[in-house]
C-alpha cells in the first residue's frame, strides 16, 4: 500500500518561504493527480494545489505557491513564498478522486507556522 510521507515545514515570519515535500512509496506515483492539502485549527481540510499535467491552486495561494512533481524520485514539492499568517495549518498531500474521497492513507502531515 502506498505511504505518504510529509515534510519540510516549520515555523516562519510572513513573507517568508518553505518548500514541502511529499514522499510515495510505490511504483505507480506517476498514475495518479497528486494534491496538497491543509488543514487549519477548528477548520475543515482544503485543497490548496493540485497537479496532473497542468497545475491548479485556490485563489488566495496563486502566485505564492507552486506545485510540482518528480515522478522518477516519487515526489510532490509545494515551493511557499509570501507566507501570510492564514496559512498556518498542518499540510498534507494525497491523490483526489473524483468521487471526493482520497486513494490513499492521510499521512501525518506537516506543521507550517507563520507567524512573528
Known amino acids: 500500500q502506498v505511504q505518504l510521507v510529509e515534510s519540510g515545514g516549520g515555523l516562519v515570519q510572513p513573507g517568508g518561504s518553505l518548500r514541502l515535500s511529499c514522499a510515495a512509496s510505490g511504483s505507480i506515483f506517476s498514475r495518479y493527480v497528486m494534491g496538497w492539502y491543509r488543514q487549519a485549527p477548528g477548520k475543515q481540510r482544503e485543497w490548496v494545489a493540485l497537479?496532473?499535467?497542468?497545475?491548479n491552486y485556490i485563489d488566495s495561494v496563486k502566485g505564492r505557491f507552486t506545485i510540482s512533481r518528480d515522478n522518477a524520485k516519487n515526489t510532490v514539492t509545494l515551493q511557499m513564498n509570501n507566507l501570510e499568517p492564514e496559512d498556518t495549518a498542518v499540510y498534507y498531500c494525497?491523490?483526489?478522486?473524483?468521487?471526493?474521497?482520497?486513494?490513499?492513507?492521510w499521512g501525518q502531515g506537516t506543521q507550517v507556522t507563520v507567524s512573528s
Open positions: 497537479i496532473c499535467r497542468s497545475t
Open positions: 494525497n491523490a483526489p478522486r473524483s468521487t471526493g474521497s482520497y486513494y490513499f492513507p
